[in-house]
């Protein structure tokens, strides 16, 4: 009968032993052998033929190994993190490239010499230069995201106003809008910890101090008196209600 390595006890069968020895002492038995070096290995289906050691599509057997991870520091917050070389360069680490408001690297058209023309901004009217092509297809009609913002919100012409939608801005324009709005009164400063958006190393968040959800029209919750720049940090403690955040305008300096 067989019998359990590492008790002794007998068993009925070796589906017994091997479940046995799983539920008793926390470690399933090797039900594999590799066809390579030999080596009794445990696989949960039982369908491996190689230990991850001769596994010839893993580790240094891949044909795409390239030493593994690297470390490095990132450029934007200066903090530690890995990557492939394979994968990319190991710039930016894979937080700052998700918060990043703004392109991180060089453009195309920054690095290779693209033609530019001149135009005037369709809201306030400067004059910018934007690439040949950002002309020719009608993209670049403005000369900053404050622009394309207040544009998007304006009202004052009415139903040739591109979003008219029964009278009403739509929920993008206004939000934008407010948004900028409550950072510059706010002077793009977290009103709880302080910290500038120079600091913070982007725009801070805006944060609903009454919850969009509880509003019947979303619109509605996109007021000045109802919105707070905050790092995001701290943005995700006043979410959680673990600080106290000030009224409007009350921490500044």
Not at 188 to 196: E, F, I, V
Request: aromatic share 8%; charged share 30%.
């Amino acid at each position: 009968m067989p019998e359990c390595p590492t008790c002794g006890k007998s068993l009925a069968t070796e589906a017994g032993k091997r479940q046995h020895h799983a539920k008793v002492h926390g470690e399933s038995l090797p039900n594999r052998t590799c066809v390579d070096c030999g080596a009794a290995f445990y696989d949960l289906k039982s369908r491996l033929s190689y230990c991850d050691d001769c596994d010839p599509n893993a580790g240094e057997n891949n044909g795409n190994w390239q030493d593994a991870r690297e470390r490095t520091e990132c450029r934007r917050c200066g903090d530690t993190f890995e990557y492939y070389p394979s994968d990319k360069k190991g710039v930016y680490c894979p937080d700052c490239v998700r918060d990043a408001d703004e392109f991180l690297g060089d453009s195309y058209a920054e690095v290779h010499d693209i033609e530019r023309v001149e135009r005037e901004c369709e809201y306030c009217g400067e004059e910018m230069v934007v690439l040949a092509s950002a002309r020719k297809y009608g993209h670049g009609r403005f000369c900053s995201l404050d622009c394309l913002s207040d544009w998007m919100s304006d009202t004052r012409s009415g139903k040739d106003h591109h979003q008219w939608l029964t009278g009403s801005r739509t929920y993008a324009g206004k939000w934008w809008s407010a948004r900028r709005q409550a950072r510059r009164r706010d002077q793009y400063r977290c009103q709880h910890c302080r910290k500038t958006a120079a600091e913070i190393g982007r725009n801070p968040d805006v944060h609903h101090i009454v919850p969009l959800r509880t509003f019947d029209d979303p619109q509605d919750a996109h007021t000045l008196d109802n919105l707070l720049s905050l790092c995001p940090e701290c943005h995700r403690q006043a979410e959680c209600g673990t600080i106290e955040i000030p009224s409007p305008g009350d921490a500044q300096e």
